[in-house]
């Protein structure tokens, strides 16, 4: 069984960071595509960031160099490293894991299989 599990949310000032968590049981993250998805309220899912399994990362524009997201192969754990943060980057965001090694696939949030239970990033102005 799959579990991935956030950690790492909260509330901070505009200009602040934060890094989330995801740690994956039942499943190796070295071994698949894995991104983040962020979701704010009365807003459509929004992928955020992708690794795949050569470490190529994607990045949505909005987030692109002040986001990284990167995995701990040994820790069989996913982060988002989450820096220059901005009132609109509020949302509840959530790990998600692919069950293809590669993320070119991965159109939408909804392509990925598996899903953590998500964690709530507020940042305020």
């Known amino acids: 069984q799959v579990q991935l599990v956030e950690s790492g949310g909260g509330s901070v000032q505009a200009g602040g960071s934060l890094r989330l968590s995801c740690a994956a049981s039942g499943y190796i993250v070295s071994r698949r595509c894995m991104g983040w998805i962020r979701q704010a309220p009365g807003k459509e899912r929004e992928g955020v960031a992708s690794?795949?399994?050569?470490?190529?990362?994607r990045y949505t524009d909005s987030v692109k160099g002040r986001f990284t997201i990167s995995k701990d192969n040994a820790k069989n754990t996913l982060y988002l490293q989450m820096n220059s943060l901005k009132p609109e980057d509020t949302a509840m965001y959530y790990c998600?894991?692919?069950?293809?090694?590669?993320?070119?696939?991965?159109?939408?949030?909804?392509?990925?299989?598996?899903w953590g239970q998500g964690t709530q990033i507020t940042v305020s102005s």
């Open positions: 690794i795949n399994i050569n470490d190529y990362t």
């Open positions: 998600a894991a692919s069950t293809n090694s590669g993320c070119s696939g991965i159109v939408t949030p909804n392509d990925y299989t598996y």
